[in-house]
C-alpha cells in the first residue's frame, strides 16, 4: 500500500475494532495475522469490559475492545489530535457530532464522533497512546479509507478539522487524502446502498487469498472474492461477529 504518514497530529494513528466479544473477536484475528495481545486493560470511556491491544512482533499493531449495548460490531479508525476537547469543539462547528453511546466522560482522551457526514471515527488525544508502532507490514494496518455519499461536505469537514486535501488519482475509484503533502488516507464515493457509508480498514497481507481463506477456516466469510487491482490482489473478509476489513496482498 501506499506509505502514509500516521505519526503527525492530524494524521490517522490507530485502529481498533468494537465487538459484542472481545475474547471472542481476539481469538480469531490472534491466528489469522499472527498478532499476540497485551493483558485485558479497561474500556476507555467509561464503558464496560475489556480492551486488548494486539501485537506483531512485539510491536503494538491494532487494539479489540467492548462494543456498547447496541452497537453493530466493526473497525474504526483513529485521528490524533492535540487535545480531545478543543478538537471535538471544531468537529461540532464543522457539522460533526459526539456519539454519546461510546462514553461522555469528561477527561476523556479517546472520543468518537460522526463526521458532517454521520460517518463515525475517532478523535485519539496525543498521549493517550501514541498509535501502531508497526504498519505497512504483511499483518498490519495498511490504510483507511472513507467511503462516503457526499465527497464534497466530507472534504470541507477533514479539511476545517485536520488540514487534509484531496488529490486525485488517475483511471483509479478513489482520491488521496494529503496533509502537509503527505497521504493520510484515501476517500471513495459510494451510493449509500451497496456500500454503506463508513471508514474502511486495509491490512497488509502476503496472500489475500490464503488470508480469505483462513478467514473461513476460523469461523468468518469472505464479501469479497479476492480479485486483483493495479498493484494489488485484494479481499473484504468479515470476522465471525461481523466486523469488516480489507487485506490486499503487493502483486507479484
Given amino acids: 500500500m501506499t506509505a502514509r504518514d500516521t505519526s503527525s497530529v492530524g494524521a490517522p494513528c490507530w485502529v481498533d475494532t468494537l465487538q459484542p466479544d472481545p475474547r471472542a473477536a481476539r481469538d480469531f484475528y490472534g491466528p489469522l495475522f499472527g498478532w499476540s495481545f497485551d493483558d485485558p486493560t479497561p474500556m476507555p470511556s ?108 466530507a472534504q470541507a469537514f477533514y479539511g476545517a478539522m485536520f488540514g487534509w486535501e484531496l488529490e486525485s488519482v488517475p483511471d483509479a475509484p478513489f482520491s488521496r487524502w494529503l496533509r502537509s503533502g503527505r497521504v493520510v488516507a484515501v476517500v471513495t464515493a459510494t451510493d449509500g446502498v451497496v456500500v454503506p457509508p463508513h471508514w474502511s480498514v486495509n491490512f497488509s497481507v502476503r496472500d489475500a487469498d490464503a488470508i480469505a481463506q483462513h478467514a473461513v477456516a476460523l469461523g468468518g466469510g469472505v464479501l469479497m472474492a479476492p480479485v486483483d487491482t493495479p498493484g494489488f490482489r485484494s479481499a473484504v473478509i468479515r470476522d465471525p461477529q461481523g466486523g469488516a476489513i480489507a487485506v490486499s496482498a503487493i502483486a507479484g
Avoid at 100 to 115: P, Y
Fill in 46 to 153: 467509561g464503558l464496560a469490559g475489556d480492551y486488548f491491544a494486539a501485537r506483531m512482533d512485539g510491536e503494538l499493531v491494532a487494539g479489540i475492545g467492548q462494543t456498547p449495548p447496541e452497537s453493530p460490531p466493526g473497525w474504526i479508525t483513529h485521528v490524533r489530535v492535540d487535545d480531545v476537547g478543543e478538537a471535538l469543539a471544531r468537529a461540532e462547528q464543522a457539522g460533526g457530532k459526539r456519539l454519546e453511546r461510546f462514553g461522555a466522560g469528561s477527561g476523556d482522551r479517546v472520543v468518537v464522533l460522526a463526521d458532517a457526514t454521520g460517518v463515525p471515527f475517532c478523535l485519539r488525544q496525543a498521549g493517550a497512546n501514541d498509535g501502531a508502532e508497526l504498519v505497512n507490514e504483511p499483518n498490519s494496518w495498511a490504510m483507511s479509507s472513507l467511503h462516503t455519499t457526499d465527497v464534497g461536505r
